[in-house]
DNA sequence: TGCCGCGCCGATAGGAGTATCGCCAACTCG
DNA sequence: CGAGTTGGCGATACTCCTATCGGCGCGGCA
């Protein structure tokens, strides 16, 4: 075997060539810094950490990126690709049914289901939200921010009034409510304490029930809302 | 004017004792520890930045604490002590009235105004419970399971149902999704998207209608999700 | 009033990380 | 088949951070 101490995945019969190996070690080096972020954070992120859970030697890393900028933005685009991949199913699902419970529950259900299945890339969308500083920051915003307008689209074209900012401003706080109750529940999911999605769907139906009156701009918004207390009240007589 | 570079903060007539100056000192560097945090997150924590923005020289961090390890613990229970405070205001806040809507407008208000007062806490809180290997994730995690046990507690006492694993599951998913609402709306806030807390709090009582079924383990749980569809199909002909 | 304690300081040693340099071996292509 | 390319490597210079050392000046106390 020749000087490199890298041992390449099986990749069936024949040897990789030479730039199937260097995507090979790029692609190790990106797996590396998503692991190592979800790991250590921001602070366990460096050229040295990042080469060695890659299976290369530190200076190695300067052949694929410039620096560790470059590394941060080049993960930043392969997550971006693989959100709009995600973004464009939950679109699909949202438009293309009428709104009724199962059009609900399905969009519901897609984007737990790309939590539950890449929890580094949601740990990582989420918890960047707040860092102030950096590259992922900026696109952990962007992309959440995204998902907040499309979702008030929806919103919208349920029904829910759009004429004045108040109105616009209550969609916002809705659509920022659900991506909200959303998160908390794949969190819980992802730290062990749910476990059936569509148990986790169910509550989340649950909540939804209370921003359905909002949906019309008509007086039963308000005597829904006054209804749901009365029937309350009644059913702890 | 001595040998230190240090300016004190006014502090009435009479010059301050040594205690005291320590004991301010000491107060600088917890609080230029929690705006770094803020600011660029635990990789811009070291004894260079926070000494710096203290107005200290490096060398004197190590008069005050042994290592950036004790700062982190003495930040842990200086906020473990406030948020002391806060959840108790909470917890006599949820208990000491019925359940009624007042009440519940209340118990959001409270917790949105102590992050509304205390951003950069707040931010910490919940950006901490993804760190993996930091005390700091283990404070946060910590404060947030016994913010959603006793929230629970609140739903079990208010008339949730408790027998089975399957209803106190439920509940802490209720629990969990009533945090993720207000996060998120708090987050809204604190973004400068929600200026107004009342219009936040209206929203948390729409949604929170949506769990009340479930405050009687009754087969209206079940019609009052069915009824509320029925009556949303009903406005929308 | 004088000595001691101590909070602050600058200087510094050692470690970790970044980025570069020069070399090697093997792949690629004409 | 041979020259050129290149992905990987070890060594290394430089920077930044941590933690220690010794000194200074001033508050505190007997």
Chains 1, 2 share one sequence.
Do not use: C, N
Not at 4 to 18: D, I, K, N, Q, W
Not at 69 to 94: F, G, K, P, S, Y
Not at 116 to 129: A, D, K, T
Not at 134 to 141: Q, V
């Amino acid at each position: 075997m020749g000087r490199s101490a890298m041992t390449f995945p099986a990749h069936g019969e024949r040897p990789l060539s030479r730039k199937e190996g260097k995507a090979v070690t790029r692609t190790r080096l990106l797996d590396a810094a998503l692991a190592i972020l979800d790991d250590e954070g921001e602070a366990g992120l460096t050229t040295t950490s990042v080469t060695r859970r890659a299976g290369i030697a530190q200076s190695s890393f300067y052949v694929h990126f410039a620096d560790m900028d470059d590394l941060v933005h080049a993960l930043i685009d392969e997550l971006t690709v693989r959100r709009l991949r995600q973004v464009r199913e939950v679109r699909r699902q949202a438009r293309t049914v009428p709104y009724d419970a199962d059009a609900l529950r399905a969009t519901f259900r897609v984007p737990i289901q790309h939590a539950v299945e890449h929890p580094q890339i949601f740990r990582l969308l989420v918890r960047s939200r707040y860092d102030r500083s950096t590259a992922l920051g900026e696109w952990s915003r962007a992309a959440l921010e995204e998902d907040r307008r499309a979702l008030v689209e929806d919103l919208h074209r349920a029904g829910m009034p759009r004429r004045t900012a108040a109105q616009r401003r209550r969609a916002a706080m809705v659509a920022d409510g659900l991506a909200g109750l959303v998160e908390a529940l794949v969190l819980g999911h992802l730290e062990g304490r749910y476990a059936d999605v569509d148990e986790m769907i169910d509550v989340l139906m649950a909540f939804s029930t209370g921003y359905f009156p909002m949906l019309t701009d008509s007086p039963s918004a308000v005597e829904a809302i006054a209804s749901a207390w009365k029937q309350l009240r009644a059913s702890r007589r």
